[in-house]
């Protein structure tokens, strides 16, 4: 029962409805000493970590950094594929060459 | 100037549809060189990464560092990872947040202290209290101090409990998504959130007790075995 309840109430704090825990208390007063530290602590948690925002210019600093290393990663696929696809004809035309000796 | 206005309102409407595209789509265009995709990725998972990151190693400065690499690690990855074998690209992240916070422990060479000075006392009081007559406990739970233990309850919680808990709170999973990453029923899930929801208190209440102690007069070792100065 205090498992549902407490599922039930994280569900709101995710959903940005921050319900008074008082309310669910005086919903449930034969309940209270078992949810009070389920639902202070799911509170804690969600407030914590709702209030730890990264810093704008850090975020965009990394964001810029991962756009840089996509073009990276794509030039260097591209460089393979060019030197595989050489690679593949070397070796299309020695064959074909061995094959006509 | 119709066909200007035209072309702006594909581009915003495509960029718009983009921003609601799964990741799985997104992993696959960023796989083909969109770096648009992978702007709409950044934007969906840098803060929760940072947030993970900031629990594990409670500085702000090193959470960035390691939210920033975990992406850098996804893009040089990304060849590997399309076709995302799940829905959410987070897991994957997560998992590297989580090596990355034991690689810069590793490099410490020790455990380190949240820095700010964590006044788990109030928030004891709080998960303690039946009766109420004092302030709220949202009240309570919004102060800095009190959110720098409950940072630091979390970064001691037992591994299977910390997951389920970071990854709803933060990656926001549902519980069936939860259970398939660790491999639990929804009812497992349940109960492991509900531990660790037990846990969280019986871990802020052993950071509260020196304190306790040190108030009344008594000596006595703090949760890091580092002996307390008495006050009188």
Redesign the interface.
Known sequence: M???I??QY?DEL?AGR?R???EYLLKHPDK??EL???L??????????R?????AS??E???R???E???K??AE?DDLTRKGALTRLVERLKRALGGGG | MVETLLFIQALLTGRASLAQASDRELVAR?AR?D?AA??IL??RY??KL??LA??KVGN?DD??DI??EA??R???N??KLDPLSSASLYPWLHTVVQNLAVDHYRRMGQVEAVSDTPDSGD?LS?????E?PGP???DI??RKQ??AA??QA?AALPEIQAQA?FY???G?MS?AEIGEQLGKSEGAV??L??R???H??GRVREMAEPRRRTTKGDTGKDVHGDTLTVRR
């Open positions: 205090s498992t549902e407490l599922s994280v995710l921050e008074p825990l008082q209270r000493e009070l530290p389920l202070v602590g799911a509170l804690a948690v969600h407030r914590t970590l209030g730890a925002e990264p810093k850090r975020e600093a990394s964001r950094r991962a756009v290393e996509l073009a990663v794509m696929r | 960023t060189g770096g992978l702007e950044h934007k840098y803060a940072y947030k900031l629990v702000e959470a960035h939210a920033s992406f850098l996804a893009v040089q990304v060849l928030l709080v998960f303690e209290r039946i109420d709220l406990p949202e739970v919004a009190v959110q409950v940072r979390l808990v709803r709170f933060i926001e519980l349940k109960s959130l509900h660790g929801m037990l969280l208190r």
